[in-house]
């Protein structure tokens, strides 16, 4: 019944943030029944298990990597799915975010198929933990496979620049981004590409970032 996994997954999430140690034996079990109901048919039941995907994630760090493949696929589908709920976008953009915390080397090969939408999903969110720990990730995965944002840069740009006031080495973490690419392009490419900003965010960029 969906209901009953609905409210089973919520738990599952909870009982993993408050007291990880009880549920952590168990994961081999529970991964592949998440991933199985990664099905947007069913929006909450959807939602929850990708929630809870995104807590364990941070819990197991590196050892989550035998899982990614579970997962990953789907929630990817998910977030390039047309007609996605707001909620449920930005739940799984912060889960493919925090999985590329945890295990960047896994899930950076498959950044160009997700990282447009990842960043219009998460630009209007509040500054929060959850948003934190999945840009941690988005540089991460970029350190990786920097190839893989190039064709959709801007949307980046827009991403770092909706966070008023990001933790100082996170905000290390966008500024060497920015200048890596802006050098690699050089300044008259990145003049020439700015110039399509609309104006606040350049002015964000510039003033934030010096770019």
């Known amino acids: 019944m969906p209901e009953v996994r609905q409210s089973s997954f919520a738990l599952l999430g909870d009982l993993t943030k ?5 549920v952590r034996p168990f994961i ?12 947007p048919e069913f ?6 298990a990708t929630w ?3 807590e ?5 760090g590196q050892e989550m990597k035998p899982f990614i493949q579970l997962v990953l696929t789907q929630l990817v589908q998910i977030i ?8 449920l976008l930005e739940n799984t953009a912060i889960t493919i975010g925090r999985l590329g915390y945890v295990c960047p080397q896994d899930v950076a090969p498959m950044l160009q198929q997700f990282i447009r939408q990842w960043c219009t999903s998460l630009r209007n969110i509040r500054d929060n933990e959850e948003k934190d720990s999945a840009f941690r990730g988005v540089c991460a995965m970029i ?3 920097p190839s893989g944002v190039v064709q959709d840069f801007i949307f980046f740009c827009d991403a770092v620049a909706s966070w008023v006031s990001p933790k100082d080495d996170l905000k290390e973490m966008f500024y060497k981004i920015l200048h890596g690419f802006k050098n690699q392009v050089g300044d ?3 003049r020439a590409f700015s110039e399509q900003f609309p104006v606040p965010l350049r002015e964000r960029l510039a003033g934030q970032y010096g770019v």
């Open 18 to 22: 408050a007291t990880f140690q009880h």
């Open 28 to 39: 081999g079990d529970f991964m592949p029944i998440l991933g199985q109901n990664l099905n």
């Open 43 to 48: 929006i909450s039941v959807c939602n929850n």
């Open 52 to 54: 809870a995907i995104g």
């Open 56 to 60: 364990i994630s941070i819990k197991m």
């Open 80 to 87: 390039n799915r047309p007609n996605t709920p707001k909620t």
């Open 143 to 145: 350190g990786v496979n």
């Open 188 to 190: 008259d490419n990145w």
